[in-house]
């Protein structure tokens, strides 16, 4: 049996060591709930399963606050209503209204936290007490995607299956060896025409070339063209052309038609003449005609006597003689 010392003793012990864990608590605690907090909220229309209240709110990786509850909206039911409180000392001015909040997952635990984005520094401050908008993730639906991935796995297995059945296989080696088949017409059909297709692909360069040629050629000339018609000579050319015609289009309309009747007279006086002319070279025709005749004569007894003079050049001698 304990002595009243002992027992003295004992809860002297009792209360100083409760004294000691009520002081703790009450730093700890005490140093938690005299941070200034601010709350937000986020909507989110997809699951949110895994994140429960504790679980981190981070800023550009930074722990920054916590999600104080998770409950469904009173709004709209498909909508999750998220309660993070920040601490405002570690967010002063930085929760903006483009700000987004998205949905991580840690490694390969699967705990998700929520990881706030920056905003823009011209967009308005969000008041504590609104909502943020938020924004999707591909790991915060892993769960959903990787059903829908299985699913679709056990699907293009069960086709495997199917394709690999005895009928099917049978019908795979045909088209296989048909494929062969028209793999080696196509290579010996490739092979015999190499030559025509070289030629071809030779051809076509030499095209491709003078096409390229015949661009540049047609380039040179519009750009002479173009140089020539913004020339200071060509549009001076072009004026003096434009005041010819005019001054053509005022003789045209004045004197021209009196020009066109003169003309037409000299016309029948020139008819005239050449008609005395005609007549007077038809008198002396006969006249030519025997002059003609005559000179034909001389010419033929000139060529008489030379031949004789080439067969006998005697002749000049004894006709010198003679004399």
Known sequence: MATRAQRVRLALFLVFSFSVLAG??????????????????????????????????????ITVGRVEDT??????????????????RKVPNLIRADTQARLYSQGVTGLKYIELSSGSPDAPLLEPGEVLPARATFLSNMEERAEVLMVRIEDLLTNLTAMTAEQNQRRL???????????????????????????????LARVTDNLAATTASMRATMDSVRVLTSAEETRTALRDLSRSVRVLR???????????????????????????????VLQSRKNILDAMQSLEETLLNVRQATELIRENPAVLLRGRTDQ
């Open 71 to 88: 409950r469904v909206s009173p709004e709209e039911i498909g909508v999750v209503l998220v309660e993070i409180s920040l601490e405002a």
């Open 250 to 280: 005022e003789h045209l309309e004045g004197p021209v038609p009196e020009l066109l009747a003169s003309l037409h007279q000299m016309t029948g006086t020139i008819d005239a003449t050449v008609t005395h002319v005609d007549r007077t």
């Open 24 to 61: 703790f608590l009450l730093v700890v605690a005490g140093s938690q709930l005299l941070q200034k907090r601010v709350i937000y909220y986020i909507e989110f229309d997809e699951s949110v399963g895994g994140l429960s209240a504790g679980d981190p709110v981070k800023y550009q990786g």
């Open 173 to 203: 080696g045909r088209m296989i060896e048909a494929g062969s088949e028209l793999m080696e017409s196509t290579n010996t059909l490739i092979t015999d025409s190499s030559g025509d297709l070289g030629e071809t692909i030779a051809n």
